[in-house]
T-cell receptor, first 114, second 112 residues
């Protein structure tokens, strides 16, 4: 069974730039969620994708957008980067068939905005 | 915003001792999950307890849930240095997108 993978591991961008983060879901999982974790805090839900559609969104502005592909992998795009976007971005996959919504997380992408 | 808070925010114990972390939340839930995170890396799923369960065990882990008090506790028995990590509770309220709402975490240090 292949776990959740994310790329890149680390990324440095400057304010105003755009970034794309990638996630491959765990084998057999069709749902992907993205979370932002600022230093010293718990993760905060950005959005979830299921069957290539956004299936729920947290309190994040529209410059945070995403995609899910037919193979269930996903991208998180952030436009017009701000300093406060510096964080660990976590991707989690789950199976919609699961009654309990156990989410399995990838290692994360550390984004630094200068 | 975060659903609730873990207590304590930081905990330091000696190897072999038990560690207890508490989590409080604000709204009704379908289930509550505990995760571990080492040094700002990915989250590792530890255990899930459903809203109709009161206690659950997994190895050295024991989780309790009191829905009347909207609280949960995680007990790690016979702690090891390798248990040093941050521990987060996350609630699933069954809302749109099945989002998990995390607390701020407890930073556990187990001294050898």
């Amino acid at each position: 069974e292949t776990g959740v993978t994310q790329s890149p591991t680390h990324l440095i961008k400057t304010r105003g730039q755009q970034v794309t983060l990638r996630c491959s879901s765990q084998s057999g999982h069709n749902t992907v969620s993205w979370y932002q974790q600022a230093l010293g805090q718990g993760p905060q839900f950005i959005f979830q994708y299921y069957r290539e559609e956004e299936n729920g969104r947290g309190n994040f502005p529209p410059r945070f957008s995403g995609l899910q592909f037919p193979n269930y992998s996903s991208e998180l795009n952030v436009n017009a980067l701000e300093l406060d976007d510096s964080a660990l971005y976590l991707c989690a996959s789950s199976a919609s068939s699961s009654s309990y919504n156990e989410q399995f997380f990838g290692p994360g992408t550390r984004l630094t905005v200068l | 915003s975060q659903q609730g808070e873990e207590d304590p925010q930081a905990l330091s114990i000696q190897e072999g001792e038990n560690a207890t972390m508490n989590c409080s939340y604000k709204t009704s839930i379908n289930n509550l999950q505990w995760y571990r995170q080492n040094s700002g890396r990915g989250l590792v799923h530890l255990i899930l307890i459903r809203s109709n369960e009161r206690e659950k065990h997994s190895g050295r882990l024991r989780v309790t849930l009191d829905t009347s008090k909207k609280s949960s506790s995680l007990l790690i028995t016979a702690s090891r240095a390798a248990d040093t990590a941050s521990y987060f509770c996350a609630t699933d309220g069954g809302n749109a997108g099945n989002m998990l709402t995390f607390g701020g975490g407890t930073r556990l240090m187990v001294k050898p």
